[in-house]
């Protein structure tokens, strides 16, 4: 009977408790748990983002579409004077103000467009717009926020931004103002709704740019604001390239590249596996980066003539 109840009194002292063996199965298990969840929620972040990130395209495609109500084109890809279309950058002498700027207007930007004279050159004007940073313009993926430093010919603060207008197809570099196959934005174009012959649902206007190219960790940011003449940015092969792909961009057939991989005159993103984009009509997409180079080639222009294939 003593036994007894000594061993009930054990029985009754001892404490409820894991073992090692046990909380090493839960905490793996927790482990194993967490592996499964955080890509999802960090997906479900990135879909957030995107989901926004298509709604400042969406909003830029209405003021698209605002202006050219009441000027009968979609804005320039930026201003040139006393240039023809075949001329080389360096011949170029401003104004150099960019599509961005030129919506202002239709973007609820009146008080800062006042701060800037259309009528004299982006240089000028450029002190007080290069601090301007204004948000419809800016990926919520984008890493900087800061102004874009230009050391060529001079100093300058240029305002940043996500988002390039479609040159089409060519090199930027020599012939802004006369692409190989015409986009809705180039050097002093005048690109009316009528005249994308290939179809509004099917052409693209606008492309975001990722803020670095990852294989040269070179700043490729475009701005809102103007291509000034004679800006440029250092290259990957150690030249100095610009100053057109500081507001548009071009998929180069020779070297191309889309997605993940920046470049100074492309096409990229920061989001997972696609690259947000604007259609002529004001929809907004977005692209797988493994989508055909051809038909992206395709439906960067205006009237290739070509069918649009699947994304």
Known sequence: MRDSGNHQRRLLNRRPGFSILELVVVLMVIIFMMCLLLPALVRLQDNARASNCANKLRQLGIALYSYSERHGAFPPGYLARDV??????????????????????????????????LRGDAAISVIGAGGNEIDIFICPLSASRQSISIDQPAPFLLPEASYIGCYGIGDL?????????????????????????????TTFAIFERNSRTREHDLDCRPTWYAVLPGAQRPAPNGALEGPADLALGTADEENYKFGRHSSLGGFSSAHWDYVPALRADGSTTLLSIDIDPQTLFEQMQIEDGARPGPF
């Open 84 to 117: 023809d279309p075949l001329d080389p950058p360096a011949k170029e002498t401003g104004p150099g103000y960019a599509w961005g700027t030129l919506l202002l207007a239709d973007l609820d930007q009146t008080p800062l467009l006042r701060t800037i004279s």
């Open 173 to 201: 570099n020599q012939h802004p103002g006369a692409p190989r196959g015409a986009g809705a934005f180039y050097r002093n174009s005048y690109v009316r709704p009528v005249d994308v012959r290939d179809g509004l649902s």
